[in-house]
């Protein structure tokens, strides 16, 4: 695993879709993975995709993955204001072990 | 999903003193369980990884005469900051393996005076 970068904060109205995007450059990842950290707490797991598929949708979030361009994308459908909080994608790459390599981290603001 | 406790949660300490922080898994079998360090405001850095039964392995830059692991049993990983300073105050986040995922503990919130 090497760099993943994410743009560092984004703000959208409450009801409107979020998209979190992320970029990494190890062609070898297996595992793609989206988690949650909300002020002074642990990263809750929200999903996570195989390198393998495109897209996966989990009730309001819909994560897209471009193998190609190497980019992967979390979409939350009528963002809340429990939303608001910080995402971390991470990637798992072959010849890693388990190891996860995290992007920086967008910080998510919902508005009334 | 699977859960994954520490304790403590929080903890002041006075410089020089030692440290011990407990990571759990408690619904699940967790060979090996890696511990983190995180900056305000910043990223996850990996400081180790943790395997039951054998040593632990570090990262590059990270004193293992300083921060001591232990992986006694399946669910049980502990962290220990050895003559705590005050730049080792930082939050300590643990994961365990849970099948194709990590699943990462609430956090130690760690402040040495």
Redesign the interface.
Known sequence: GEDVEQSLFLSVREGDSSVINCTYTDSSST?L?W?KQEP??????LT?IFSNMDMKQDQRLTVLLNKKDKHLSLRIADTQTGDSAIY?CAERWTGG????T????TQLKVEL | GAVVSQHPSRVICKSGTSVKIECRSLDFQATTMFWYRQFPKQSLMLMATSNEGSKATYEQGVEKDKFLINHASLTLSTLTVTSAHPEDSSFYICSAIGGETQYFGPGTRLLVL
């Open positions: 595992y993975y988690y002074g707490a642990g990263l809750q797991l996570y971390f072990g388990n190891k996860l995290f992007g920086t981290g």
